[in-house]
């Protein structure tokens, strides 16, 4: 069984500021998915990272990953009002045939004006 | 092109009422999913459905029973519904092809 640990859970800063969320999972993957959620809001696909080493970047966010330690950053760049939402990582594995999803518990990030 | 529809919405129920949540999907994809999303919980996984004719539970199927009625449908039965079932319902669904998962716009239900 997957698990998948994220933090910080909870997330304020400034805009302008640069901050990192990490994802460490708990048994080998070589992928791992990056979601949004904005408040009341469904899930949206931002990344999907394929191999040891991917990175991909959509405009202030960059997220990575590192099979090797089980880890993947999503690094926030100049953080701006529009990228408040909870962000979340999740990791896949397969379990009675079939292909799931393990969701971290999200990391709520609000950019303060 | 609708994607992942969910209805309804928004539901209060009263304790030990039934109600079932729909999920119909026009992606044409295989395998589709039921979580719950709790405050500080993340998602957790209720059931999911590899293809037609297939059902597993996932991590907390206690209280809930699915069915996939075809290919673009799968839904989620609470027979008995309690307090702890309050919570906002997704369904996601993805095609074997494809790496990533597509979410319907949630069911917000409150158990009073």
């Known amino acids: 069984e997957l698990k998948v640990e994220q933090n910080p859970l909870f997330l304020s800063m400034q805009e302008g500021k640069n901050y990192t969320i990490y994802c460490n999972y708990s048994?080998?993957?070589?992928?791992l998915y990056w979601y949004r959620q904005d408040p009341g809001k469904s899930l949206e696909s931002l990344f999907v990272?394929?191999?040891?080493?991917a990175v991909k970047q959509e405009g202030r966010l960059m997220a990575s990953l590192d099979t090797k330690a089980r880890l993947s950053t999503l690094h926030i760049t100049a953080a701006v009002h529009d990228l408040s939402a909870t962000y979340f990582c999740a990791g896949p594995y397969s379990g009675a045939g079939s292909y799931q999803l393990t969701f971290g518990k999200g990391t709520k990030l609000s950019v303060i004006p | 092109n609708a994607g992942v529809t969910q209805t309804p919405k928004f539901q209060v129920l009263k304790t030990g009422q039934s109600m079932t949540l729909q999920c119909a999907q026009d992606?044409?994809?295989?395998?589709m999913y039921w979580y719950r999303q709790d405050p500080g919980m993340g998602l957790r996984l209720i059931y999911y459905s590899a293809s037609e004719g297939t059902t597993d539970k996932g991590e907390v199927p206690n209280g809930y029973n699915v069915s996939r009625l075809n290919k673009r449908e799968f839904s989620l039965r609470l027979e008995s519904a309690a307090p702890s079932q309050t919570s906002v319902y997704f369904c996601?669904?993805?095609?074997?092809?494809?790496?990533?998962?597509?979410f319907g716009q949630g069911t917000r239900l409150t158990v009073v």
């Open positions: 990272l394929l191999s040891n080493g």
């Open positions: 996601a669904t993805r095609d074997w092809g494809r790496i990533e998962a597509f």
């Open positions: 992606m044409n994809h295989n395998s």
């Open positions: 048994t080998t993957s070589d992928r």
